[in-house]
């Protein structure tokens, strides 16, 4: 049986981001990016899950969520919330 790992991270609506770059701005460890005009999570690895590139969203386009994460990537399980299924 395969344990697959889930993070908690932030789920960008790419089509609703306007790309004003406030999550990026508000994101400590900075593993949120502009990615042709709309926001991306580019470095989930170093993702702590706190929340902070929520709030400063003048449009809502960001919620968090469980995302599955590659078995293959040697991930950080102390950084930020993890679950197993």
Known sequence: MTVKKYKWVPVIDTGR???????????????????????????????????HCIAPCPIGAIRM???????????NLKRGKWREV
Do not use: F, R, Y
């Open 65 to 75: 969520g469980w995302v599955e994460m590659d078995e293959n990537v040697d991930w």
């Open 17 to 51: 981001c306007n790309g004003c770059n406030a999550c990026v701005l508000a994101c400590g460890p900075k593993c949120l990016e502009l990615v042709q005009d709309a926001a991306v999570l580019t470095k989930p690895d170093i993702c702590g899950s706190e929340e």
